[in-house]
Every structure is written in structure tokens, then in C-alpha cells.
């Protein structure tokens, strides 16, 4: 599949010494500029436009090589600028060679990121039986998701909430929807979350036998009791001078319990 990428340049807020021709004042010059590349076909394009006051004001017609005005105003600076031809040929000089270069260049640098492609891990989470289900997809590049429920195989759109993507710590995104339901819904119907990311799909299917989020925390929360125990055993033992039993040791080396 093709892909055409482009290289941009913005500038604005800035007065052109001889380059504009317009009325003495303060005014607002927005200059948009840069370049394309087809990496299927190899077709590439400039483009170089200023903006007057907001309003579109003079463009380059690369394959023509001329400036083009779409307001009366404009008509003097685009005789002017036409008029300079070493001036238009340093323009297709570098739209069509140095820009594209650049281009390459930059996406060289950045085809690391720009093709990296990570698949979200999916959960199904609830709180207690009778509250909502939230369908969380997380760890995936790049950004763009689609999540959808799915009612004993027909798509299902009712008392549904889809959240934003959000950024994870590592680069890579989190999103999440939520399913509100009765206990009586999911339990005589199967619900479904559908993610599909980068041309994946994955499926998660809601059973009766999900485990809500607060049994899961009740189960850290326990463990996190025993090992707790267990430093603070070790601690005291520590403390009341407690040391490991010596075993005497036979002729042969061996010890002896």
C-alpha cells in the first residue's frame, strides 16, 4: 500500500523585507511550505502559499513554475515574484531535490517509530456483579483503535461509553469502554468486547465466571499481608538474638541433623 509522507514548514507573524507588496500597517504574513513523496510510485510535489491578514494570498503552481494570486491584492507581488525566473528555478531546485532529500532523511530516522506496530493486551474488569464492565486495551502502537461490543454475535451500541486513548509511560497507549448492563443481561446473553488494532482483531468474551476487580485486589491484599509477615518474623528473630541451629559434621564430611 502506498503511503505518501510530507515535510512541513510553518511560519508566521513575521514582516518579508521586498518580498510582499501590501499597504503600510500591521499585518499578518503566514508562510506554509514544503514537500511530498510517494514511496510506491515515486511522485513527489511542492508547495509554498502565504496567507495575508488570514486569508489565502499567493500560492506556487510547481509543475508551471509561477505564482498564482486568488485576490486582486496579490496581483502585484505575483507579477514581481514571476518575473524573477533565477528566483523560481531555486524554488523547483528545491522542492524537487533538497525537500525530498530531507524528507527520506528525516523518515530514515524515524522508521523505527513511524512502522513500529504493538498489539493491545485486552481485559474485561468489573467491579461487583451488578456494576458496569469496562473493556480496558492497553500496550498498543500505534494510537489508532477501534472497541465495540458485541450481543450474542450482533453489534450492540446501547448504554455504551468510549473513553480517549491515552499515553502509557513507555510510548505506547491505553483506551477503554465501558458496557453498563444488569446481572440478569449478562448472564442470560453473551457479551462481547471487539478490538481491533493495525488489522488484529482480538475478542474477549464476558463469562459468568469473571473475576471482579475487588476480588483480585482482596487477593493482593492478602499476599501482600504474608509477605509482610514473613519480613517482620524474620525481624524479630533478628532482634531476640535467634540463630541457626550448627550441625555436626561426620569423618566423612557429611552432616549429621
Known amino acids: 500500500m502506498a503511503k505518501v509522507f510530507s515535510l512541513i514548514g510553518r511560519l508566521s507573524n513575521f514582516y518579508l523585507h521586498n518580498k510582499l507588496l501590501f499597504s503600510s500597517g500591521v499585518h499578518t504574513v503566514q508562510n506554509m511550505y514544503g514537500c511530498d513523496w510517494d514511496d510506491e510510485t515515486g511522485a513527489t510535489n511542492g508547495f509554498d502559499q502565504y ?13 508551471e513554475l509561477r505564482w498564482v494570486s486568488p485576490v486582486q491584492q496579490g496581483s502585484l507581488t505575483q507579477q514581481k ?12 531546485q528545491y522542492y524537487e531535490n533538497q ?22 493486551q485486552v ?8 456494576s458496569s464492565v ?7 502502537y500505534p494510537s489508532g483503535v477501534t472497541i465495540s461490543w458485541m450481543k450474542n454475535g450482533q453489534d450492540h451500541y446501547e448504554n455504551v461509553d468510549l473513553g480517549e486513548p491515552l499515553p502509557n509511560e513507555d510510548g505506547t497507549f491505553q483506551k ?13 446473553n453473551e457479551f462481547s468486547c471487539v478490538v481491533e488494532h493495525q488489522g488484529k482483531t482480538i475478542t474477549e468474551i464476558l463469562k459468568d465466571d469473571s473475576v471482579p476487580i475487588g476480588i483480585i485486589v482482596a487477593v493482593v491484599v492478602a499476599v501482600l499481608l504474608v509477605v509482610s509477615g514473613v519480613v517482620g518474623f524474620v525481624v524479630y528473630r533478628k532482634k531476640k538474638g535467634f540463630k541457626p541451629v550448627p550441625q555436626e559434621q561426620s569423618d566423612d564430611g557429611s552432616n549429621k541433623s
Open 51 to 63: 496567507g495575508f491578514d488570514g486569508e489565502d494570498f499567493l500560492a506556487l503552481h510547481l509543475k
Open 81 to 92: 515574484w514571476n518575473d524573477d525566473k533565477a528566483q523560481l528555478e531555486f524554488y523547483k
Open 99 to 120: 525537500c525530498i532529500e530531507w524528507l527520506k532523511k528525516y523518515l530514515q530516522y524515524g522508521k523505527s517509530s513511524l512502522e513500529k506496530t504493538v498489539s493491545p
Open 123 to 130: 481485559s474485561l474488569l468489573q467491579k461487583s456483579s451488578s
Open 176 to 188: 477503554t469502554s465501558t458496557l453498563k448492563v444488569t446481572p440478569d443481561e449478562w448472564k442470560n
Open 134 to 140: 469496562l473493556c480496558h486495551a492497553t500496550g498498543f
